[in-house]
């Protein structure tokens, strides 16, 4: 978790909260967790 959160440029206590349910993280930091382990995040209209 410390070097996904670090590859991403957040503390790892941030990635961590991020992840925990216990606050609404901002829309850019969600990103980051979603393209940490190589994954990309895409809106298509069905």
Known sequence: M???AKSEG???E???EA???GRSPGFDT???VV???GSDLR???S
């Open 43 to 45: 809106a298509e209209a």
């Open 14 to 16: 941030s990635f961590y």
């Open 2 to 4: 410390s070097v996904v």
């Open 19 to 21: 992840l925990s349910g």
């Open 30 to 32: 969600m990103l980051k």
């Open 35 to 37: 393209r940490a382990p």
């Open 10 to 12: 957040l503390s790892r």
